[in-house]
C-alpha cells in the first residue's frame, strides 16, 4: 500500500470521525437513524440548556440537541428547542413538554408527558410546552401565604407589646429586675451563711445523729423487752385490779362497809366527832390537872383541889 493510500484513508476516517463528533455534540447520532427529533417552543426554558436530559415518565429516553430563539419573524424572541427522543416509546401529538426540575440541588430536564390518544407524533412534529415551577417557586408559593399571616400575627403581637410595655411598666420591669437580683444576692449570702454553719457544727450534728442513733437502738431493745414479757397476763391482772378497786369504789358509794358508813352514814359520822371532841377535852383536861386522874406523893402531900375557873383558862392546877 502506497503512502499516498495511507494518507487517504487516515483523512477520510479524521474526517469521518470528525462528522460523528460534531453530530454527537449536537445531539444526533448519525449511526443510528431510527432517533426522532421534536421541536418545543417556550417564552421561558428556565434554565434548560443543551446538557439536558429529556425524560419520560422519569426514564432518560433523549437529549436537547439544539436551543436557538425562533426565526420566524411572527415568533419574535420566542424560544425553539430541538431535542432527540432514541427510545422506540411512541406517543401522540398531544403529548405535552414540560421543563421541570431536576431535583433539590437544581437544573432543568425536559419532561414528556405523553398522551397516547390521537394521532401519533413522528419525526419533526412540534408539540405544546408548558414550563413547571421549580422547587424553590413551590416552597415560595406554599410558605408565602403561611408566612405574611405569621408577620400579621407578630406584628400584632409586637403592637400589642409596645402598648403594654410603656414607659412606666419598662420602668417598673427594670425596677423589678433590680430587685430580683438584690433578692439572689441576698439568698447566695444567706446559703453562705448556711454552708458555714453546717460547717461549723457538723461534729454537733454528727454527735446529735449519734446520739439518736443511740436513742433509736435503745428503743428498739426496750421494745424488743416488753414484746419478751407477759405483758398480756400484766394487762389482765391490772384489768382484774381495776375491777375489784371499781367495786370497792362501788360498796363505798351504796354505804357497804366501814368506809361506806362512815361516807353515807350522818350518825356515824357525828358520833366519831363527838368521841373525838370528848378526847380532845380529856387529854386537855389531864394535861391541865394531872393530880385529878392519877396522884402519888412520898411524902403524904395531899393534892390541890379542881378549880373549874382556872381549867375553863387553860392554865394548870399544880
Request: without cysteine.
Amino acid at each position: 500500500m502506497s503512502k499516498e493510500l495511507k494518507t487517504g484513508i487516515f483523512a477520510v476516517v479524521a474526517i469521518a470521525i470528525f462528522v460523528w463528533g460534531y453530530n454527537f455534540l449536537k445531539g444526533q447520532d448519525i449511526f443510528n437513524p431510527s432517533d426522532r427529533y421534536f421541536f418545543v417552543e417556550y417564552d421561558n426554558i428556565s434554565g434548560l440548556n443543551e446538557a439536558s436530559v429529556v425524560t419520560i415518565n422519569g426514564l432518560k429516553v433523549g437529549k436537547i440537541a439544539q436551543i436557538n430563539f425562533n426565526p420566524n419573524p411572527d415568533k419574535k424572541g420566542k424560544l425553539l428547542v430541538k431535542f432527540i427522543v432514541q427510545n422506540k416509546i411512541k406517543f401522540s401529538k398531544n403529548s405535552v413538554a414540560k421543563v421541570a426540575s431536576a431535583g433539590f440541588m437544581g437544573g432543568q430536564n425536559l419532561a414528556i408527558i405523553p398522551v397516547y390518544d390521537g394521532e401519533e407524533a413522528v419525526s419533526g412534529d412540534y408539540l405544546r410546552g408548558v414550563v413547571e415551577s421549580d422547587f424553590m417557586a413551590k416552597i415560595s408559593d406554599n410558605i408565602s401565604p403561611k408566612l405574611e399571616h405569621t408577620l400579621v400575627g407578630v406584628d400584632s403581637l409586637v403592637h400589642a407589646l409596645n402598648q403594654v410595655l410603656n414607659q412606666d411598666t419598662r420602668e417598673s420591669l427594670k425596677k423589678s429586675i433590680k430587685g430580683l437580683e438584690y433578692t439572689i444576692g441576698d439568698v447566695r449570702k444567706t446559703l453562705h451563711t448556711v454552708n458555714g454553719t453546717l460547717s461549723n457544727s457538723k461534729g454537733n450534728i454528727e454527735a446529735t445523729m449519734a446520739n439518736a442513733k443511740k436513742m433509736t437502738e435503745n428503743f428498739a431493745k426496750v421494745s424488743d423487752d416488753l414484746a419478751k414479757a407477759n405483758l398480756g397476763a400484766t394487762v389482765k391482772k391490772l384489768e382484774a385490779t381495776l375491777t375489784n378497786v371499781n367495786g370497792l369504789l362501788a360498796d363505798m358509794k351504796s354505804g357497804k362497809g366501814t368506809l361506806g358508813k362512815l361516807m353515807k352514814d350522818d350518825a356515824m359520822y357525828t358520833n366519831l366527832t363527838n368521841a373525838s371532841k370528848e378526847m380532845e377535852e380529856l387529854l386537855r383536861e389531864m394535861k391541865l390537872n394531872p393530880k385529878r386522874f392519877v396522884h402519888f406523893s412520898l411524902f403524904g402531900k395531899k393534892p390541890k383541889p379542881y378549880n373549874a375557873e382556872k381549867s375553863a383558862k387553860n392554865v394548870t392546877n399544880q
